[in-house]
């Protein structure tokens, strides 16, 4: 067995929580290591959906411990409310759940600031989901946040609120912004939320290292995708954390020596939600077509997703900047009805080809998609349980994907539930599973 990290290939919503979900069986822990509570994982067990937005899908696992990493920036109100909602469903959280003492805290004067900042006259807004995930990372970078382990240290974490609210308060009266927040009593409801997580607060890099050592498995568990990395995405629409495979070492405090493998999960297609390029988006009727076919909406906030086509270049990048070992292509059974399947294998950037990606939003926003068209196959793929048993054009379709991008297709997912999966026999991701 090994210690692995599984993480979007695309800009996110690739699928991601099933995947944690099916291979967490096979490990002892499961870590989330950046994001909030904007990043929505769902899952299918049987008839039952689940809406995993903080914690770990691994918590659907009994037995397996699930991480929130020192990376993720959390808010208490959402985890708390993620906590019950798991609890009655069964789920015994407290038992399986660490939160890194070191992980950072939003206030609700984040999301205040986030909305002044995404109206801005002078700003292109970025489209995010205003619960204050970047502020709270902005404070971070500042060095003014406040991490878990001072909101459970109630001398400092007054001490830092105070100046916290007031820095705050001071930016919102400047900008003629109301701030309409009882200091005192929004102290108190944290101080309350300290004592209601302390019992599953921890060291977490401390316990991931004593695990390792102890032979025990790891996954890491990617939000959002890699074309949403603060360094690597489309900047400046990207989020605020690095959500490529490098940020697995930095948002869970384990060193890159310790993993074994990266798995990247892509759609069959691609999707985008919020602002920002998008070469291969398809604004006719078949993007509304696979859009319907898909689900195509936010599990977290319900905003319909920008559905285009496969991308190779942008697979090609994800692949150099994370080293992909396998890649695991979802939703093959969205396209079963498709006369024709375009995919992008080269961008025209300024009358130049290339399959290089731009590093500027001005040259993003000028590519051009250069497509080649593959037959579809007409014919449902659901339930299917091995590569033999897909259509002849869906086989090809995939070996398409697999020779341009230059990495093995290790798994196909057909469907969103844990057993419309298939694990390609002998692939690199079979061994790396174990």
Request: proline share 3%; hydrophobic share 40%; glycine share 10%.
């Given at each position: 067995?090994?210690?692995?990290?599984?993480?979007?290939?695309?800009?996110?919503?690739?699928?991601?929580?099933?995947?944690?979900?099916?291979?967490?069986?096979?490990f002892d822990l499961v870590v989330r290591y950046?994001?909030?509570?904007?990043?929505?994982?769902?899952?299918?067990?049987?008839?039952?959906?689940?809406?995993?937005?903080?914690?770990?899908?691994?918590?659907?696992?009994?037995?397996?411990?699930?991480?929130?990493?020192n990376g993720v920036v959390i808010d208490p109100a959402a985890l708390l409310d993620e906590i019950a909602?798991?609890?009655?469903?069964?789920?015994?959280?407290?038992?399986?759940?660490?939160?890194?003492?070191?992980?950072?805290?939003?206030?609700?004067?984040?999301?205040?600031?986030?909305?002044?900042?995404?109206?801005?006259?002078?700003?292109?807004?970025?489209?995010?989901?205003s619960r204050g995930i970047g502020p709270c990372y902005e404070d971070k970078i500042a060095r003014r946040g406040v991490r878990i382990a001072d909101l459970l240290d109630t001398g400092n974490f007054r001490a830092?609120?105070?100046?916290?609210?007031?820095?705050?308060?001071?930016?919102?009266?400047?900008?003629?912004?109301?701030f309409d927040i009882d200091a005192a009593a929004?102290?108190?409801?944290?101080?309350?939320?300290?004592?209601?997580?302390?019992?599953?607060?921890?060291?977490?890099?401390?316990?991931?290292?004593?695990?390792?050592?102890?032979?025990?498995?790891?996954?890491?568990?990617?939000?959002?995708?890699?074309?949403?990395?603060?360094?690597?995405?489309?900047?400046p629409f990207v989020t605020s954390s690095s959500a490529s495979a490098g940020g697995a070492c930095t948002g869970a405090g384990v060193p890159p020596t310790r993993i074994n493998g990266v798995i990247g999960v892509s759609k069959a297609y691609i999707t985008r939600v919020g602002g920002g390029p998008f070469p291969t988006e398809d604004h006719t009727e078949v993007g509304e077509q696979i859009r319907k076919a898909g689900k195509e909406f936010g599990a977290v906030t319900g905003r319909p997703r920008r559905c285009g086509w496969f991308d190779v270049p942008l697979?090609?990048?994800?692949?150099?900047?994370?080293?992909?070992?396998?890649?695991?292509?979802?939703?093959?059974?969205?396209?079963?009805?498709?006369?024709?399947?375009?995919?992008?294998?080269?961008?025209?950037v300024n009358g130049r080809t290339t399959t290089d990606m731009p590093a500027?939003?001005?040259?993003?926003?000028?590519?051009?998609?250069?497509?080649?068209?593959?037959?579809?196959?007409?014919?449902?793929t659901r339930g299917l349980t091995s590569l033999d048993a897909l259509p002849e054009a869906a086989r090809r379709y995939l070996d398409f994907l697999q020779d341009k991008t230059g990495v093995e297709v290790g798994c196909v997912s057909l469907g969103p539930e844990r057993s419309e999966t298939i694990v390609v026999p002998g692939s690199r991701l079979e061994k790396l599973l174990g």
């Open positions: 067995m090994s210690n692995l990290i599984v993480l979007g290939a695309q800009w996110g919503d690739e699928g991601k929580g099933k995947m944690v979900d099916l291979f967490s069986e096979k950046q994001g909030g509570h904007n990043a929505g994982h769902t899952v299918y067990i049987g008839p039952v959906k689940y809406v995993l937005k903080l914690i770990p899908s691994g918590i659907l696992r009994p037995g397996v411990q699930a991480v929130i990493g909602t798991l609890e009655k469903a069964g789920i015994e959280v407290a038992k399986q759940l660490v939160i890194s003492n070191r992980a950072h805290v939003i206030f609700p004067f984040h999301r205040i600031v986030e909305k002044m900042s995404e109206a801005r006259k002078d700003r292109t807004a970025i489209g995010t989901t830092l609120y105070e100046n916290l609210i007031d820095d705050k308060k001071t930016v919102a009266e400047a900008f003629g912004i109301p929004l102290r108190t409801q944290y101080e309350e939320f300290a004592e209601r997580i302390r019992p599953m607060v921890a060291d977490s890099s401390t316990l991931l290292r004593d695990a390792m050592n102890g032979g025990k498995n790891v996954l890491f568990e990617g939000a959002q995708g890699t074309m949403l990395d603060i360094d690597h995405g489309t900047y697979l090609r990048y994800t692949t150099a900047v994370n080293g992909f070992d396998s890649l695991i292509i979802t939703k093959l059974d969205v396209l079963d009805e498709l006369e024709r399947i375009p995919v992008c294998t080269a961008y025209k500027t939003n001005r040259e993003l926003e000028s590519i051009e998609a250069v497509y080649e068209t593959l037959p579809g196959w007409k014919s449902s």
